[in-house]
């Protein structure tokens, strides 16, 4: 069977969750499956394969396919006027995977499937900027969700949604979990890190949905002097009120900002810091929780949407719209050392619940399902 694949989140220069969900999940697959031919598909009108896509295309039954245009034409194109198909593009195939919701059209009987990671864009609009709205909008999530023949999520959680949000039969959609992103191992940080001894750690894009603020406002409501707050992350969308709540902040001088950090240096992060706190709004799945875990870092997370699939009881749970409970919280676990140890110790064990071959496994086994009869 020959299966095309849409990489194009793969070639952004920051890669986030998804793109890290997109290499290692088809890192794995091609390991596995040497019988079914793969096309990957981008366009890219300068930005040459990176080293990741690179490495992908190595593998014998793996090709590039690449659309010489830049974005703009290509989805004006398949927002306008349904074209092109890019099934056409690529040469041809059984089967087309889309890993994430993208703008994108296939000529008829072009069997797909698509990854939903979540629907924050419909269950909490107000973290989504005009701009996100607009993509939405022009991207028609609903539309690519029914015609798909098959939906992945990465939490069972998001399949919830997705049932209850658009009444989909349940058989159509796979929850299929990814494995951790960030493993045990010393990490060389790639860029020089500005670190204080004993800090807590924030790590994400920076933006409404991830509840920065309330982290700030839980730290600032600590009586610690000692103890710093380092926010990991790329500018996102209203970054600027995170900063100016900060400055605003009694302890603006030991709240840190580091920009968008390389792996090996959220390895090192992760591994230094006395915990993660992450008390999202709403997540798909939520890698950072895991990978702190694998890195032998407590975690404190939001008791909400898929988060308590990825943590089980592996960390402390909150309610991310409690600043007083965030700040007990943090409170326990840089006071009581058995507490940590605990949580470091049931953090190992649950990263070992997930598993980018298993993960692999499972799709491979759902593509065999599709094959042409």
Same mark, same amino acid.
């Given at each position: 069977m020959v299966i095309g694949i849409d990489i194009r989140p793969l070639i952004e220069r920051q890669l986030t969750g998804v793109g890290y969900y997109i290499y290692e999940t088809l890192v794995n697959l091609f390991e596995l499956d040497r019988q079914n031919q793969y096309k990957l598909f981008y366009n890219s009108f300068k930005i040459p394969p990176s080293v990741l896509v690179e490495h992908l295309a190595k593998f014998n039954n793996v090709e590039l396919r690449v659309f010489k245009k830049p974005s703009k034409i290509l989805n004006f194109g398949l927002v306008f006027f349904n074209r092109p198909y890019l099934d056409k593009l690529i040469g041809g195939c059984d089967l087309f995977w889309f890993p994430n919701l993208n703008f994108w059209s296939v000529s008829p009987g072009c069997r797909t499937i698509i990854n939903v990671h979540d629907l924050s864009f419909k269950k909490l609009p107000w973290v989504c900027s005009g701009k996100m709205r607009l993509w939405h909008h022009l991207v028609r999530p609903e539309q690519k969700i029914r015609q798909a023949e098959k939906i992945f999520t990465i939490s069972q959680n998001t399949k919830n949604d997705l049932i209850t949000s658009y009444g989909l039969p349940v058989a159509k959609i796979e929850a299929v979990y990814p494995g951790p992103v960030a493993g045990p191992f010393s990490a060389i940080p790639t860029e020089p890190l500005p670190l204080p001894a004993n800090y807590l750690l924030y790590i994400g894009t920076l933006e409404p949905r991830k509840n920065i603020e309330g982290v700030i406002q839980a730290f600032a409501l600590l009586e610690r002097a000692d103890l710093h707050l380092v926010i990991a992350g790329a500018r996102g969308w209203l970054y600027k009120k995170i900063y100016s709540l900060a400055r605003q902040t009694k302890v603006s001088e030991r709240i840190i900002f580091l920009n968008y950090v390389s792996h090996a240096s959220r390895q090192y992060l992760y591994q230094n810091a006395r915990a993660l706190v992450w008390p999202s709004f709403y997540e798909g799945f939520g890698f950072p929780p895991l990978e702190a875990m694998a890195c032998g870092c407590p975690v404190i997370t939001s008791a909400n949407s898929? !988060?308590?699939?990825?943590?089980?009881?592996?960390?402390? *749970? $909150?309610?991310?719209?409690?600043?007083?409970?965030? @700040?007990?919280?943090?409170?326990? !676990?840089?006071?009581?050392?058995?507490?940590?140890?605990? *949580? $470091?110790?049931?953090?190992?064990?649950?990263?070992? @619940?997930?598993?980018?071959?298993?993960?692999?496994?499972?799709?491979?086994?759902i593509f065999d399902q599709l094959k042409p009869a």
């Open positions: 898929s !988060i308590p699939e990825a943590a089980g009881r592996a960390a402390l *749970l $909150v309610d991310p719209y409690n600043v007083n409970e965030i @700040k007990e919280a943090i409170s326990l !676990i840089i006071s009581d050392d058995r507490l940590r140890e605990s *949580l $470091v110790h049931q953090g190992y064990e649950q990263v070992k @619940k997930f598993s980018w071959s298993k993960s692999a496994g499972e799709i491979k086994q």
